[in-house]
């Protein structure tokens, strides 16, 4: 059972930056592949990045390319998301999910949210413009 905790969360101005933390326990060498992911209110949830968590691949949204980098601190079992030139529309709700090989679903890379069976309870973001 993977057990996820987010932080870092906050609110700050259009053009700061923040840095979210997703702690993990119990990591399993089942784990297919990680991720964060959003949520705006009255809007789906939609994937910001996902990566494989055997040294694949990683995959950001568009809307977030160049501006978000995760990074994994793998003695810790943290991974990072480094969010910079924030804009108000990345205000959400900041979930860290993990998906594992057995999870049914789109391949990882479609930053899809389906599949995932572990969640994070999310990190609140507010970017005032």
């Not at 949520?39 to 040294?55: C, I, L, M, N, S």
């Not at 501006?67 to 860290?96: G, H, V």
Request: glycine letters at 12%.
């Amino acid at each position: 059972q993977v057990q996820l905790v987010e932080s870092g969360g906050g609110s700050v101005q259009a053009g700061g930056s923040l840095r979210l933390s997703c702690a993990v326990s119990d990591y399993s060498a089942d784990t297919a592949c990680m991720g964060w992911f959003r949520q705006a209110p009255g809007k789906d949830r939609e994937g910001v990045v996902v990566f494989y968590t055997d040294g694949g691949s990683t995959y950001y949204a568009d809307s977030v390319k160049g501006r978000f980098t995760i990074s994994k601190d793998n003695p810790k079992n943290t991974i990072y998301l480094q969010m910079n030139s924030l804009k108000a529309e990345d205000t959400a709700m900041y979930y860290c999910a993990a998906r594992r090989h057995s999870d049914l679903g789109p391949p990882c890379r479609s930053l899809t949210s389906m599949g995932y069976r572990f969640w994070g309870q999310g990190t609140q973001v507010t970017v005032a413009s």
